[in-house]
């Protein structure tokens, strides 16, 4: 079955840096277009970005283009979400998916992000 399996969130002062990661299993990951979510308290699910298949095509929200990167790693069935300069509305639950024809159909459990001093 599909799993995904996000880490590295946690607790940083605003303007730091986290790396989150996602492993991917269950499917042939270097199939599917991927993408990365976050949901705040309150708030409606937001993509924050996407990447195509062998990662030359990236896409990003409007709200974090210039600070976040994602990117992927087919050898190890993982994409990489490099968020830098974080400001405390960054805060949220993120999320990896995977997408079919521009719409997300799995999704991992998430990993919490919280910045704030």
């Known amino acids: 079955q599909v799993q995904l399996v996000e880490s590295g969130g946690g607790l940083v002062q605003p303007g730091g840096s986290l790396r989150l990661s996602c492993a991917a299993s269950?499917?042939?990951?270097?199939?599917?277009?991927m993408g990365w979510y976050r949901q705040a308290p309150g708030k409606e699910r937001e993509l924050v970005a996407t990447?195509?298949?062998?990662?030359?095509?990236?896409n990003y929200a409007d709200t974090v283009k210039g600070r976040f990167t994602i990117s992927r790693d087919n050898a190890k069935n993982t994409i990489y979400l490099q968020m830098n300069s974080l400001k405390p509305e960054d805060t949220a639950v993120y999320y990896c998916?995977?997408?079919?024809?521009?719409?997300?159909?799995?999704w991992g459990q998430g990993t919490q992000v919280t910045v704030s001093s």
């Open positions: 269950g499917f042939t990951f270097s199939s599917y277009t």
């Open positions: 990447i195509s298949v062998i990662g030359s095509i990236t």
């Open positions: 998916a995977r997408r079919r024809n521009g719409v997300s159909d799995s």
